[in-house]
């Protein structure tokens, strides 16, 4: 069995889903689903992987088995001792955060462009 289809298996299974039931939210067919689950199928696709990231709300450094620790990476523990506070994204819902990561794509995006 694949560290991706362990992983995926294993949070399915916290939130008591079916392979059916995640097959659906993912949009493949659930015999897919058995086959990454089982390490059957390899080289699953980035845009599967991403996709079962969002849905559990992990990272896809831990679906990939680079990390334990499943929280995404604006959900790690600072580097400091204390966290700075333009950093503290508690309470903040999934649309949220969709507009904190577009700001900073656009401003990634700006410092790229010639003035």
Known sequence: MSV???RIKWLREQKKW???QLAEKL?????????????????VDYYL?????????????FL?????????FW????????QAPFFDLQGLNESDLAEIKNHIEYLKWKKKTPQ
Not at 64 to 72: C, E, I, L, R, V
Request: aromatic letters at 2%; a negative charge; proline letters at 4%.
């Open 64 to 72: 990939h088995g680079k990390t334990d620790n499943p929280a995404p």
């Open 4 to 6: 991706v289809g362990k």
């Open 18 to 20: 079916s392979q059916l």
């Open 27 to 43: 949009g493949i067919h659930n015999t897919v689903l058995s086959r990454i689950e089982s390490g059957e199928k390899k080289g």
């Open 75 to 82: 959900q790690h523990a600072s580097v400091r001792e204390t």
């Open 49 to 61: 992987i991403s996709h079962v990231a969002d849905i559990f709300e992990v990272s896809t450094d």
